[in-house]
């Protein structure tokens, strides 16, 4: 397994963010973290990142507990995209993507660095917009930077949290289809906090669902995403049917 999270749990004061959360993932594989807002996607993603200190649990990447790592070991091995990508950085689109190089950077940048960076600027569909600024770009061109930005760091596990928040439905196929194809040709394991029920049908391996920080349901998507349990954790009714053995969902109404 790249990615080992056992029994985390996590509290906001009274609150219970997080209530015994556990899952495996293996090399290759798209995990999605499914779940109405508050149901502990974002903050599950934080313990395994440690920006967020669990109370109990352990989370191990590639055999190693992430509490006994340092911080570059943490940037070799995790790479994070957050949810938002309205930052504004004084950069090149090339220097941006550079910065995921700097946990590999002894002395200075290498040809392999730029290398590596030019290589990812072609896959993601970037490297026409290379000497652009950052800020200059718009809300999808970003996301695909900082994802390219997490690849570059060559990590073991993927972690993004909402990719396709606020993209129109091109970007949000663009992106889901790079992280996919970036997951199966590089053995890289991926962890993504989604909405969209079917787009993690059709871009993902198995599906977890959240409800109030436990563990709901855990499953392929043919398993997991059926009426029954898009009533219990949205109270939604919804039709679900199949193609080429994926199911999409109808919303209906609330239960």
Not at 28 to 45: A, H, I, M, Q, R
Not at 160 to 177: A, C, G, I, K, M
């Given at each position: 397994m790249k990615l080992i999270a056992k029994d985390v749990h996590l509290s906001y004061g009274d609150i219970r963010a997080l209530q015994g959360?556990?899952?495996?993932?293996?090399?290759?594989?798209?995990?999605?973290?499914?779940?109405?807002?508050?149901?502990?996607?974002?903050?599950?993603?934080?313990?395994?990142?440690?920006l967020l200190q669990p109370e109990r649990g352990t989370v191990l990447v590639a055999n190693r507990d992430v509490r006994d790592m340092g911080l570059r070991e943490m940037a070799r091995l995790l790479g994070y995209v957050p949810q938002s990508a309205n930052h504004a950085f004084p950069a090149t689109v090339f220097d941006t993507v550079l910065l995921g190089r700097r946990p590999h950077v002894n002395w200075g940048v290498g040809a392999k660095d730029k290398e590596v960076v030019s290589r990812l600027l072609v896959l993601m569909g970037l490297s026409d917009m290379a000497?652009?600024?950052?800020?200059?770009?718009?809300?999808?061109?970003?996301?695909?930077?900082?994802?390219?930005?997490?690849?570059?760091?060559?990590?073991?596990?993927?972690?993004?949290?909402?990719?396709?928040?606020?993209?129109?439905?091109?970007?949000?196929?663009?992106?889901?289809?790079?992280?996919?194809?970036?997951?199966?040709?590089?053995?890289?394991?991926?962890?993504?906090?989604?909405?969209d029920l079917n787009l993690a049908s059709r871009f993902s391996d198995r599906i977890i669902f959240l409800k109030n920080g436990s563990v709901h349901a855990e499953g392929r998507p043919g398993e997991v995403l059926t009426s029954g349990n898009i009533g219990e954790v949205y109270g939604v009714e919804a039709i679900v049917n199949t193609d080429s053995d994926r199911p999409y969902i109808i919303p209906v109404g609330p239960v």
């Open positions: 959360v556990s899952m495996d993932v293996r090399e290759g594989e798209v995990v999605s973290l499914v779940g109405p807002n508050g149901s502990g996607k974002t903050t599950f993603l934080k313990c395994i990142n440690r000497l652009r600024q950052f800020n200059e770009l718009s809300g999808g061109e970003r996301q695909k930077v900082l994802i390219a930005r997490a690849l570059a760091q060559e990590p073991e596990v993927l972690l993004l949290d909402e990719p396709t928040s606020n993209l129109d439905l091109r970007h949000q196929f663009e992106v889901l289809n790079l992280i996919h194809t970036a997951v199966k040709e590089r053995g890289v394991s991926a962890v993504m906090a989604i909405h």
